[in-house]
Every structure is written in C-alpha cells, then in structure tokens.
C-alpha cells in the first residue's frame, strides 16, 4: 500500500501505544458512545427509518471510520446534515432506494480519495456551505414540531410551507404533557454544562424524560409505540440490490450523500486538527467514509460522516489515537446488546427537543447574520442556496450553489486580468516600468500588456482592448510577462488576432514568453501561426526587431 494511503490508526500503533494511551481512548471512547447514543436515535427516525437503524450506522460507520481513517480523532456516524436528504429519498423510493443511493455515494467518495480530490473539496466556498446547512437546520427543526408538540395530523405535509400551516392548523390537538417533556429536556441539555460537563446532557434527558414518562404513565408517544421493538443484535449483511431503472433517479441523491459526506467529514477533520494541531489525510479519509458508506447498507444503516460536535467531544475526553473511535462503536454495541429494549420507553417529544438543540448549534445563525455584510456576490450565493435547500430541494441547492459559486469565482478571476495600452500610458506619462520609461515609439509600433491569468472569461476584454487602436499599424507588440496560466479559449482569441495580423499586414510580436508559456503556445501550434522569429522573451529585443522592420519598411517605401 502506498504511503499516502496508510490509514491513521497503523501509523499510530506503528509507533508505540501503551496501556496508558489505550485507557485513555477507552474512557473517551465511552463517553462518546454515550453521546452519540440518542443522536443515532433521533437522526435515524428524523430520516424516516426505524431507530435501530441509526446504530447499527454509528457502530458500522463509525468503526470502519475510525479503523482507515486518515484523521486521529475523527468519530464517524449518521449526522443532521443528512437527514433532510435521506428522508426525501426514503419517502420516494423507500429504504431500498436509500441503501442504494448509500452504496453508489460511498462508491463515488473511494473514488474521491483515490483520485485525490481530498485538497478540491477546500474550494467549497464558504457561503456555500452556510447557506445549506442553516437551511437543513431550520427543515430539522421545522420537522420536529409534530413530536415536539405531540400535534395529530390528518395527513403527511409535504414541503416547508405545508408544514407550517399543517402545524398551525393542528394546534388545537397539542398534547401539554409531550409539549412539557419537550421543554424539559431541552433545559436540561442547555443548562447541565453549566452545572457539570461530565454527564451528557441528551442522556440526562432521556433517562429524566424516560423515567417520568413511565411513572407516570403519561399519555405520550414513545418509541416503542411507533415503532415497536429495538432489536438487540445486529442485523446479518446483505447487499443492497442496485435497481438499474431507479439509477437516473437516485444518482443526484447519491451525488449528494457524497459531496455532503466529504465536506462534512473533512470538516470535522479541520475541526479536530485545529483542536489538537495535528495534520489528517484527506484522501485517506474520503476512501474510509467510502468504505464505511458502502458497508452501512449492508448492514441495514443509512449514510455516514465524521461529526463534528462527537469528533470534539472526543478529543476533550481525553482521546490519543483513531483507538478511541473503536471503543465509542463497541460501547454502542454493547448498548445495542444490552439495553435495545429500554430505549423503546424514549419519549418521541425527548428526541425532538434533542434535535432542536442540534438544530440551533448546526443553524450557525451568527455567523449567517455576520456573512450578511460581506460582498453582494457572496450573499447572493448564501441567500440562493438557503432558500433552495428550504423550499425546493438539497441536491438542487447544492448544484446550484456550486455553479452561482463558480460564476462568481470566474467573474473574480477575469476582473483581475488587466490589458494596458503601453503607447496611450506613455503619452500620459503613467507607464512605470523602468524597461520603458522615458521611450519614444516609432510610427506604426502598438504595444500592449497583459496581467494576470488569461482564460476564457478575459478574452473579450483582451479583445475589446486592442480594438480601441483607429488605424492599422504596421507592428504590434503583445508583452505577455505577466501571464500566470492560459487556457484553450485565450489560446483560440490569440490565434485570432494573429489571423486578423496577417490579414491586415501587421507584424504581430510576442514578447516576455518564459519557459512555461512557450510549451503551451507550441503543443498548441500558436507558434508556428504566429512564427518563432516573432517571439521573444525580453520587450528589447522586441523593440529592437520592430524598429529595424520599420526602418525596413520606410526604406523600401
């Protein structure tokens, strides 16, 4: 196996692990498992799938996360960032259609990482990226109204808008017993970190919520009424079957899985790097969340990612190596085997108020309102893909938002590129190149200069430029110094004026062609149109041969 491509995990062993380091990642490892216990739940059954299911993805997912992983402290499992995606899929094709959007997504980020498109997911922009996930907060916690309030609904609601006048139509069937099981567990987890930052606040929630529930008797919906028994073992593996006439339909879902995976994931990466100053794999880590995607639907999960919030939970519990994502899959395995028939006593409302809290800390509704004052351009983008996410559809936002992105990155780029007319800056004694300062040019001599990278969205500049000059001169002078890349399209509006040169009976000259640009011109065949005694790498010598021409020309005239 390549070097770049060794896991975390055996490079860490690889270079000692005590029994210290090992007791370490074991508490750690617990104490994350705790964590991550009742967000499976609750991510699981916001998704549309039964609660189980979000388990046996923490305790798949999570381990084979943990074991290729390219980062140290990275804890893999179902996350909120999916849930708005997946419970669109479950509800239009079922879970078939899930497992297989799952395995063609962990397909897609083996591919990623191998390909090592690791560094390309960092161009993401950022506004991107708070535009959809502040959107899929508020669809989570739009969502979780219904539990949270136990509100009976004469139908399924379909889209944000339904939903909302669905509630508010339904209000009068609230139950004030599941509205206050709701509360509770809400202050209980916003106000236990100011008492101890020991216990877990969502576990402290369900076991408050759980036990009044059942002392009481009160008349609340509960897991086990929705949705029966949580079985305590994993289920055995079974493929997913690859359905070919649902492939058009599904594979933008499976993009999305993806693209979300890998930016999510990476990003609790960077998260856990900054914590701890170390330095993960990117590529490593895209090929382990393939693999740990591609496994969770065998295993009856849904997609998996790196989570940020158990990610940093783990590494302020003490974690030294991928060993104490081992240990949180094993705890909640043995949850699994142990107490599954406990946890169909939950209160439904218990874990919708976890999901609120959830909901504000993914909305990062600061920083959203702060983005507010950057540039027009990049509220557009944030704006457009809120929206989308909240009112059409995540994948939809996400394509659109990787394209108004790109637009605008090219709009940067061109804006950058300069083309100056060397002869009018003369004449207006702005020119401040010491090569040319204080130049007298001959009759029939233009120069101009291009800045900057010189692709497809500057070439109608360049053009326009270069047309401001009234008469046919006799020389033309292109300074391309300052050129750093060039692509097929600037390539082509070289090659045009070169025609339009020959035509009019201008010597065209290209000068300050460094190494780099004269391979390019010549794979392209721009040399050869052009001539390699028109080009040159210093403004001299190009000077110098549009002088001697001219003198020619004046002598033969």
């Not at 649902?246 to 914590?275: N, R």
């Not at 993960?280 to 995607?293: C, D, K, R, T, W």
């Not at 059409?392 to 940067?412: P, Y």
């Amino acid at each position: 196996m390549s070097k770049s491509f060794v896991p975390t995990l055996f490079s860490e062993l690889k270079k000692g692990y005590s029994f210290k380091s090992f007791y370490n990642d074991a508490v750690s490892g617990a104490i994350v498992g705790v964590v991550a216990l009742p967000l499976a739940i609750a991510f699981a059954i916001a998704s549309g799938v039964n609660p189980a299911q979000g388990l046996y993805t923490a305790i798949i997912a999570g381990f084979i996360i943990s074991f290729l992983g390219g980062s140290k402290f990275q804890i893999g499992g179902p996350t909120g960032a999916f849930i708005v995606v997946v419970a669109d899929i479950v509800a239009k094709f079922g879970y078939s259609g899930l497992a297989m959007a799952t395995f063609l997504a962990g397909i897609m980020l083996v591919i990623f990482g191998l390909f090592r498109f690791g560094t390309a997911i960092k161009f993401i922009p950022y506004p991107m990226t708070i535009g959809f996930t502040s959107g899929i907060a508020l669809i989570i916690a739009v969502t979780q109204v219904k539990d949270f309030f136990g509100l009976t609904l004469t139908r399924s609601p379909e889209g944000f808008i339904d939903k909302i006048f669905l509630y508010t139509s339904s209000m009068d069937s609230l139950n004030i017993y599941s509205a206050l099981i709701g509360l509770l567990s809400i202050f209980i987890i916003v106000l236990l970190p100011k008492v101890t930052r020991k216990l877990p606040g969502s576990i402290v929630a369900i076991l408050a919520s759980t036990i009044l529930v059942s002392i009481f008797d009160l008349p609340v919906d509960t897991i086990g009424k929705l949705f029966g028994e949580i079985p305590s073992s994993l289920p055995m593996p079974s493929l997913p079957v690859i359905d070919l006439r649902l492939l058009p339909a599904i594979l933008p879902s499976a993009i999305t899985i993806a693209l979300l995976g890998a930016i999510e994931s990476l990003l609790s990466a960077v998260v856990a790097d900054g914590m701890k100053g170390t330095k993960h794999n990117s590529n490593v880590e895209l090929v382990a969340q393939g693999i740990a995607n591609i496994a969770s639907p065998v295993f009856g999960g849904i997609p998996a990612t790196g989570a940020i919030a158990r990610t940093a939970t783990n590494i302020k519990s003490g974690a030294v190596s991928p060993v104490s994502g081992l240990m949180h899959a094993f705890t909640l395995l043995a949850i699994l085997l142990f107490f599954a028939p406990y946890a169909k006593l939950i209160p439904m409302s218990c874990l919708a108020g976890i999901l609120l809290v959830v909901a504000y800390h993914m909305s990062e509704w600061k920083v959203f309102v702060k983005l507010l004052k950057s540039p027009k351009p990049d509220i557009a983008v944030m704006i457009i893909t809120f929206l989308l996410t909240v009112f059409i559809d995540l994948t939809v936002a996400i394509e659109t938002g990787v394209v108004l992105s790109a637009l605008l990155f090219m709009n940067r780029m061109a804006s950058t590129t300069e083309v100056r007319h060397i002869n009018k800056e003369l004449d207006d004694d702005e020119i401040d190149d010491a090569d040319l300062h204080g130049r007298i040019f001959p009759k029939g001599l233009e120069i101009f200069e291009v800045f900057g990278p010189f692709f497809f969205g500057a070439t109608n500049h360049f053009k326009d430029t270069l047309s401001i000059v009234d008469y046919t001169p006799e020389v033309l002078i292109l300074r391309l110094r300052h050129i750093n890349m060039i692509d097929a399209t600037a390539l082509r509006a070289l090659q045009d004026i070169i025609a339009k040169t020959q035509s009019d009976g201008t010597r065209l000259i290209l000068s300050g062609v460094n190494d780099d640009l004269m391979e390019v011109l010549q794979k392209s065949g721009t040399t050869t149109l052009v001539g390699e005694n028109n080009i040159y790498n210093h403004i001299e010598i190009a000077l110098e041969v549009a002088e001697r021409y001219l003198d020619i020309k004046k002598a033969d005239s």
